[in-house]
């Protein structure tokens, strides 16, 4: 519902992120884009400003324009304008995320804020949301300017510190910050506890394409796609789990299922499909367990698009998310939606989507504590056992799963946050800590963005 105090007229809603499809590594692209796309046309303007990082993303080109200090495309996405920023730093052939992060990743992060900041005059917004702190660097430049700001944390990088630093910093000088599930707000009170006022808004999916109905007829029905999925990986008719993620050693927790193949599941009756791409040992190591086991593992070593993700997860029995943390866990509800019964870890967002709507309801599929691979182990085997015993278990469960999902749509998500915007809006950029005062003259780089026909950001504060 609209705030009756919120300003008239489309507000252009700034998104600072370094992913939007297709300029993808995980989560945050599938996260944006979907906000991006369900927020309300009439009241929000999504205008999305990323790295070009070695795209050419296929959207209509409006116009370039050569700022001081790096060029800025404007595109048209759909609903959304997209900014693509190069220069040598932020257009690193194909690389969202340079390694080493404290060194070259934390050069392009500081590049990105700078150029963020001297490109608000330019892109008209009334509202700064930004997603992870990677624009951080623009929020003094925010605050001078009496531009509101969100920070959305998505995930916390103490394991970066240049990047924690970014993000501490963040957290005192937004506007408004929140996160994703009430569980990694918890886990992490260390972090959020900083700010009293931290909202939680659980992430959302576009539940028509992540649904059965949007793939092509299949009369046989599910059993039919996965009887094709089988043939094609030459994997015998047995229950089968897929594990979709990026490899790395500290979050997802593909680690856990390796170990879990030793603790309990030699000779067990089921398949287990690997996919994904990431830490190269990791992924060596899933290889030699994937030849070690003969015919139930297969290792697909690639991150696979959004559709192929959904064909899979439309056609295996069960999702393995076996994440260390994880503070939403967009594929649990990918999982549920396509009808992939979940064995998930108990914690951060999967520990809330699982978590029963009764008291004592187990929710859909099986969860465990993180890190235990005998736990997982023995949850696989559980819910193996119960589909061949009871197919009729597993109709019931994947119905509970896709109504489970349904409390998680991108429409849902995306009304939330223009109530966040709309009221913070209304209520002006951090009130609580005053605005430093406005110097005499615009700065070099802002005054050329003037010249070039870009609005006043001043008269758009409010
Ligand atoms: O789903 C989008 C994603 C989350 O848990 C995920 C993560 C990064 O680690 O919010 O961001």
């Keep these: ?26 989560g945050l692209a599938t996260m944006v884009t979907a906000l991006c796309r369900a927020l309300d046309p009439a009241r929000f303007q999504p205008v999305v400003v990323l790295p070009r990082s070695g795209h050419a993303p296929p959207w209509p080109h409006l116009e ?35 390694e080493p992060y404290d060194h070259a990743g934390i050069k392009k992060t500081d590049e990105y804020g700078e150029r963020v900041a001297e490109l608000l005059g330019a892109l008209d917004a009334r509202l700064l949301h930004l997603h992870d702190a990677y624009a951080y660097k623009c929020l003094y430049e925010a605050r001078r300017l009496g531009l509101p700001t969100v920070l959305t944390i998505h995930r916390l990088h103490e394991d970066e510190p240049p990047l924690a630093f970014a993000e501490m910093a963040s957290a005192q000088l937004a506007t408004v910050v929140t996160t994703v599930s009430d569980a990694y707000r918890r886990e992490r009170d260390d972090f959020f506890s900083a700010r009293q006022d931290v909202q939680v808004i659980p992430n959302g999916i576009d539940l028509d394409f992540w649904s059965e109905d949007a793939l092509p007829p299949e009369p046989a029905g599910r059993a039919a796609r996965r009887r094709r999925l089988l043939r094609s990986l030459e994997l015998p008719e047995r229950p089968t789990f897929a594990f979709v993620g990026r490899f790395d050693r500290d979050q997802k927790g593909l680690d856990v299922l390796l170990d879990a193949l030793h603790a309990g599941l030699e000779g067990a009756p089921l398949n287990l499909i690997v996919a994904g791409e990431g830490d190269r040992a990791l992924a060596e190591r899933t ?34 998310i076996p994440s260390r943390y994880e503070p939403f866990g967009l594929i649990l509800i990918e999982a549920l ?39 997982l182990a023995a949850a696989m085997l559980e819910m193996a056992r119960l589909a061949l015993a009871a197919p009729e278990a597993m109709d019931n469960a994947r119905r509970a799963a896709r109504t489970r999902a349904e409390a998680y749509s991108a429409r849902r998500m995306a009304a939330r946050y223009e109530a966040l915007y709309s009221a913070t809006l209304a209520a002006g950029a951090s009130p609580a800590a ?24 001043d008269r758009s504060a409010t």
Excluded: H, K
Excluded at 1 to 25: K, N
Excluded at 75 to 80: H, R, V
């Design 287 to 320: 290889a030699a367990a994937a030849a070690a086991a003969g015919d139930r593992v297969r290792l697909l070593r690639r991150m696979l698009p959004q559709d192929e993700v959904r064909a899979l997860l439309a056609a295996v029995d069960f999702a393995v």
């Design 64 to 98: 370039r324009r050569l700022l001081p200090y790096c060029a800025a495309d404007r595109y048209q996405a759909g609903g959304s304008e997209v900014w693509l920023l190069s220069n040598p730093l932020l257009d690193s052939e194909g690389v969202i995320y340079p």
């Design 1 to 26: 519902m609209r705030d009756a105090r919120e300003p008239r007229g489309r507000a252009r809603v700034a998104m600072l992120t370094c992913e939007l499809d297709p300029i993808r590594c995980g």
């Design 337 to 375: 939606a396509m009808g992939a019964i979940p064995v998930a870890s108990r914690v951060g967002g999967l520990r809330d989507v699982l978590a029963g709507a009764q008291p004592g309801d187990p929710g859909p599929g099986r969860s465990f504590e993180a890190g235990d691979a005998a736990g």
């Design 434 to 457: 005053g605005r430093p005062a406005a110097p005499s003259g615009p700065p070099a780089g802002r005054a050329r963005a003037r010249e070039e026909g870009a609005n006043d950001a």
